[in-house]
């Protein structure tokens, strides 16, 4: 069982700056893709950056060149570096692993339904 936890949600101001962790122990003993989700009141979850076991990247366009998603294997942990955050960046965050890449030769991907295991989420709000 995979266990997720994630951190360092909070609120700033428009035009700030915070930076998530996702604790991901075991993880990268394995072929993986990890990702960072969000989800707005009322909105569908949306993807917003993935990283895989080769370190290989993609963002979602409404994210490039604000946020930065990076991991440390020695220490099994996910982040994302967000910059020049945006009230619409608001949102719960979460962290994703998925095992599967390998299967169907998929890197880095933002596709949430092959997404198996899940943080609780942590949230960022951004104020105007």
């Known amino acids: 069982q995979v266990q997720l936890v994630e951190s360092g949600g909070g609120s700033v101001q428009s035009g700030g700056s915070l930076r998530l962790s996702c604790a991901a122990p075991g993880v990268s003993d394995s072929l993986y893709a990890m990702a960072w989700f969000r989800q707005a009141p009322g909105k569908e979850r949306e993807g917003v950056a993935s990283i895989d076991s080769d370190g290989l990247t993609m963002y979602a366009d409404s994210v490039k060149g604000r946020f930065t998603i990076s991991q440390d294997k020695a220490k099994n942990t996910l982040y994302l570096q967000m910059n020049s955050l945006k009230p619409e960046d608001t949102a719960i965050y979460f962290c994703?692993?998925?095992?599967?890449?390998?299967?169907?030769?998929?890197?880095?991907?933002?596709?949430?339904?092959?997404?198996?295991?899940w943080g609780q989420g942590t949230q960022v709000t951004v104020s105007s």
């Open positions: 994703a692993v998925d095992f599967s890449i390998g299967d169907y030769g998929l890197g880095p991907h933002l596709l949430v339904s092959e997404y198996k295991y």
